[in-house]
């Protein structure tokens, strides 16, 4: 009797075959789909980026290195503004806010992913070349501005700052002084001594005395309601921060209300900076940040009104020991403040309390979205008077604090206030609150623990954390990595379908061995 052959009859071979294709035909199709669907994607990227390239001739990386070449004139610069302008017009606006003496425009850059629209997100600005002589806020401004472009939608620290809020870049104050390679505007006159000063002008209200130049920044800055903002200097490597002046105008440390918080955004930056904070840094080896009185008093200065009179909190950076860099380091000098120049807008934005205040009332629909916004209402700390506002439509506020617990207080004529204690966390993440005022005399306030805008995975009650402005290495919200959980179901499916074959074709041998022997 020789051994019973266990070769499959054709018929049950097809039917084995067909449960096979039966059952991973889903299974290809899937694959089939999403392997055409990153195609499509990687094809529209491909495109994209082959149009940007077409259109402006050079990439991303080449624009930002070609603007660290030189310093511009003012006529280049307003060419060049107008081209990024052009080039980024999904994501950048120019503006003109003003005129220098001599009539020389000055330009302010928006970047936003809805450039002119009002949306409740934080303003925040940069102003460089403040004073004449002191040209690399042009370059720093402009290096930012075409990174942004480049890196909008790869770097999650551009992506935060394009979708999250509205960034304000003035390359040039003083045109006239930088033409002339003059510390004062065209009339001799220092623009940082020009504001309107406390101790002369409690209020801070304009004189009208003030040069073209310095009226142009108030009148902008009290217009657009700015959350942050930092000024761009030379002559030292330090974060100023207020207090500029003292009473007496002697030298000593003079701390504002806010100095914890102010101490805190200029740690911040000098640390993120790559040498402002180290010890070697020989004028301010302690960390590379300074009182402004404790450094020289001043009095006029642009950080003290915009914190007094545009609720502005705005630090004063020196960026170079050399008043005017020469031209090959500027590659460094920006390389030296790419990281500090992204991590402080939303550092001062994001990292210390914000979100809207909303008139109470019966929630409908998504949770609060219907309920009308309060414009005006003031939101205080406990133990410092120096509040902010929320915005008239949209009722959006942001105050920058340092890590910490707080107190604080919801007012506004007419409603009932409401108290909140609340802990400003030390990631950088700030804690988002919603509030919702009553009328007087119609029930009590409150909050609500909803977000109006995901700014990210992971954000919603912690806020901005989802990725935070100084990692760089963070993930990307709306990344195309491949879900891992996706791959182990494919594989447990393979498994299965394998399985499931391997004993159809054993079933089949057996039921062939045992009619093999029968016959036999």
């Known amino acids: ?299 006029g200065s642009m950080q003290d009104w915009n914190y007094i009179k545009a609720r502005c909190m705005e630090l004063t950076l020196e960026l170079s020991p050399s008043k005017w860099p020469d031209e090959k380091g500027l590659p460094l000098l920006w390389e030296n403040n790419r990281d500090a120049l992204l991590a402080f807008p939303l550092a001062a934005a994001y990292g210390g309390v914000w979100g809207t205040v909303r008139e109470q009332g019966k929630l409908r629909g998504q949770k609060g979205l219907e309920l009308p916004p309060l414009g005006g209402a003031n939101i205080t700390v406990v133990g410092n008077n120096m509040s902010v506002l929320t915005r008239e439509g949209l009722g959006d506020y942001y105050r920058p604090l340092a890590p910490g617990r707080y107190t604080v207080q919801v007012t506004k004529e007419g409603y009932e206030p409401f108290t909140v204690n609340l802990t400003v966390p030390t990631d950088g993440s700030g804690a988002q609150r919603h509030f919702l005022l009553a009328r007087e005399g119609s029930g009590g306030s409150g909050q609500v623990a909803y977000s109006l805008k995901s700014l990210g995975s992971g954000s919603g009650e912690g806020g901005a954390g989802g990725a935070l402005p100084w990692h760089s290495g963070a993930a990307a919200a709306g990344s195309s990595e491949v879900n891992p959980s996706r791959g182990r179901d494919r594989l447990l499916m393979l498994a299965v379908g394998a399985v499931v074959v391997y004993g159809l074709w054993l079933t089949h041998s057996r039921l062939q061995r045992r009619t093999h022997q029968r016959r036999a």
């Open 1 to 299: 009797m020789g051994q019973p052959h266990l070769t499959a009859r054709p018929g049950t071979l097809l039917l084995t075959l067909l449960a096979l294709s039966l059952f991973l035909a889903p299974l290809a199709e899937g694959l089939r789909a999403e392997s055409a669907a990153l195609k499509r994607g990687r094809k529209k990227k491909r495109t994209s980026d082959a149009r940007l390239l077409n259109e402006t001739g050079r990439s991303g990386a080449d624009r930002v290195q070609e603007v660290l070449q030189r310093y511009i004139d003012n006529s280049e610069l307003t060419d060049r503004l107008k081209d990024l302008e052009k080039r980024c017009k999904g994501i950048a606006r120019l503006v003109e806010i003003g005129k220098s003496v001599k009539g020389s425009p000055l330009w302010a850059l928006e970047i936003a992913d809805h450039p002119g629209q009002a949306e409740p997100e934080p303003a925040v600005k940069y102003v460089g070349n403040v004073h004449g002589d002191e040209p690399t806020g042009r370059v720093l401004t402009l290096a930012l501005a075409e990174w942004l472009c480049a890196n909008h939608k790869s770097d999650p620290r551009a992506k935060r700052i394009v979708t999250s809020m509205h960034l304000w870049l003035v390359p040039s104050m003083n045109p006239d002084g930088f033409d002339a390679r003059s510390r004062g505007n065209a009339n001799g006159r220092d623009l940082n001594r020009d504001f309107p000063d406390r101790f002369s002008n409690a209020a801070m209200e304009a004189s009208g005395s003030e040069q073209p130049e310095v009226a142009a920044i108030m009148e902008w800055s009290l217009a657009t309601g700015f959350v942050a903002s930092a000024s761009m200097h030379e002559g030292a490597l330090v974060a100023n921060y207020p207090w500029d002046g003292t009473p007496d105008e002697t030298t000593r440390y003079e701390a504002c209300p806010d100095d914890d918080t102010f101490r805190h955004l200029a740690a911040l930056y000098a640390s993120t900076h790559q040498t402002m904070a180290l010890a070697n840094n020989t004028e301010f080896p302690h960390g590379g940040t300074t009182n402004g009185a404790a450094w020289y008093p001043i009095y």
